[in-house]
């Protein structure tokens, strides 16, 4: 069975048309990765998916860290200190930091960052991240020119005063948002997200879109390099045909999670095994947007009957067994879960209930999902179950960048999206901010409901505590209730190494700790 197996993996290499030209063999200064998808940008301050979250530490660096249990760790600061009505903190940054050009990192960086972060002009998706600081609203608004709550009150060191209390605010400082820019960089470059500079341990010298990405160590890092002095990016390698590559020693790690296909051949070889990586950061869930701004997703009974249609314990098998049946948008292992919803599979019910909103005869629909071939079965499954209550599935699969573009851009266009939701840090919030209020920065379906919005902005300014996980629970029942998302399952991700690396681990903020990669 092995041996057809890979003959298998072997065809599929040809018909997606890996050519063995394209491979960097790696060397021994030389770390090789794969990736499925190109990188949206390289501006930490637009990007906002797990590609680009990857690759980010690689080039910038942050004021703070996430360690290995996911407690802020000094980066750029070397201390800092929180008032203790938590409203102000203050970060004095390290000696003889510099980004990769060799100027000196001062306080008037980090202030250009964050307000940068702000800046209409920007249009950040991950702006809200830091809409609590003093002033913010009023920048933004054009009543200010610049954030009163961020004050340089020397060179090495600034201060950032909070309107509200933030109890997340130290994970987000870690997060890519939070990443420190060079302003003559971002003012002076034909094109910043793809000539970016920051201070992290490596600079990028290539990027051929759709093809690779080529990166050296940065001659001006200011702290231990690591242990390889060159990184390639390949692009538009298949996780399958990327493990193909690992395995045949022509790369070194992927950016995605190994392949369903892939898991049990890798899982029960005692040796491949050894290189599986088991994820500890951004806990997910796989969900269906439905454009609520008018057609059939416009009506509760509709978006109620296609939920109860999914057959979701189908879903986990083509997972492997690997993910658990999602009833609500916050992972089973995240505090504030409810752990008592669920969603009943009941097509029967959900024909009544098309019935009753005038389509006792169907309609027909399409969504927008990307190539990756999990999520087509996912999707495909789905298909099959709705088909059953008499609503046609199309399925419309496109390039994770362009998926991303019409997300932002032309949400209106579309029935339904199709994405995996991986939490930026380990508290409820996060799903409900991004997704589900009025003014979400990932909202594509237009989802509002001012119930929600009003109970989240109370329960946001909780502490962290049972009163803060209970209302949170309360707070997702009524998202679930009204059927805000379709939440699928929540998916349990392995990365996938070569057996020339030593000390891979997982990260919370970045899925891999690259800086501790060594070789053998």
């Known amino acids: 069975m092995k ?47 797990t590609v680009t979250w990857f690759t980010y530490p690689l080039v910038y660096r942050g004021l703070v860290g996430l360690d290995s249990s996911g407690e802020p760790s000094p980066e750029l600061a070397e201390s800092w200190t929180i008032s203790e009505d938590g409203m102000t903190y203050t970060f004095v940054l390290r000696d003889g930091i510099m980004f990769s050009n060799g100027r000196a990192i001062t306080a008037e960086d980090i202030k250009y960052s964050f307000t940068r972060l702000q800046s209409p002009d920007t249009a950040s998706p991950t702006a809200y991240m830091f809409d609590m600081v003093e002033g913010t609203a009023e920048y933004i608004a054009g009543d200010a020119t610049e954030i009163s709550g961020i004050t340089v009150v020397d060179e090495k060191t600034v201060e950032f005063k909070l309107a509200r209390p933030e109890w997340t605010l ?5 997060l890519p948002p939070g990443m420190i820019v060079a302003r003559e960089q971002v003012e002076g470059a034909e094109n910043f997200a793809r000539e970016p500079l920051g201070a992290g341990p490596f600079v990028l010298d290539s990027w051929e879109s759709g093809v690779r990405l080529s990166f050296s160590a940065n001659p001006n890092y200011w702290r231990e390099s690591p242990a390889y002095s060159k990184v390639v990016i390949d692009l538009a390698i298949d996780p399958t045909v990327g493990a193909l590559r690992i395995e045949s020693g022509e790369a070194d790690l992927m950016v995605d999670p190994i392949s369903n296909s892939d898991y049990p051949r890798v899982a029960t070889d005692p040796a491949l095994a050894e290189n599986l990586v088991l994820s500890v950061g951004f806990p997910n869930t796989q969900y269906i947007i439905p454009n609520v701004r008018q057609g059939p997703f416009s009506d509760l009974r509709v978006r109620e009957a296609l939920n109860i249609a999914i057959d979701r314990e189908r879903l986990v098998t083509i997972y492997n067994n690997r993910a658990i049946p999602a009833a609500g948008p916050v992972p089973n292992n995240v505090d504030g879960d409810n752990a008592d ?40 499954a789905v298909a099959e179950d709705w088909a059953a209550v008499g609503v046609t599935l199309e399925l419309r699969p496109v390039e994770f960048a362009q998926w991303l573009d019409v997300a932002y851009s032309s949400p209106e266009e579309v029935d339904l999206f199709y994405i995996g939701w991986f ?18 920065s990932f909202n594509p379906g237009a989802y509002c409901n001012a119930d929600i919005d009003a109970a989240f902005a109370a329960t946001k300014e909780l502490p962290p505590g049972d009163a803060r996980w209970q209302a949170f629970s309360d707070l997702e029942a009524l998202a679930v209730a009204d059927v805000a998302n379709m939440y699928l399952v929540h998916v349990q991700q392995y990365f996938y190494h070569s057996a020339r690396l030593d000390n891979v681990t997982a990260h919370p903020a970045s899925q891999i700790d690259l800086d501790a990669i060594t070789f053998k």
């Open 3 to 49: 041996t057809r197996f890979l003959v298998l993996l072997v065809l599929l290499a040809a018909l997606v048309g890996v050519m063995p030209s394209l491979a960097q063999t790696p060397d021994a200064e030389t770390l090789v990765i794969t990736s499925l998808s190109d990188l949206q940008s390289f501006d930490p301050h637009i990007g906002y998916d």
């Open 170 to 174: 130290m994970k987000r400082f870690a």
């Open 341 to 380: 919803l669920s969603v009943p599979f009941d097509p029967e019910r959900a024909k009544t209930l098309l019935a009753e909103a005038g389509f006792a005869d169907g309609f027909s629909v399409s969504v927008l999902l990307t190539t990756d071939p999990v999520d087509s079965a996912v999707m495909q």
């Open 423 to 440: 939490m930026d840090y380990l508290d409820p919030s996060n799903v409900f901010e991004p997704l589900l209020t009025c003014a979400g």
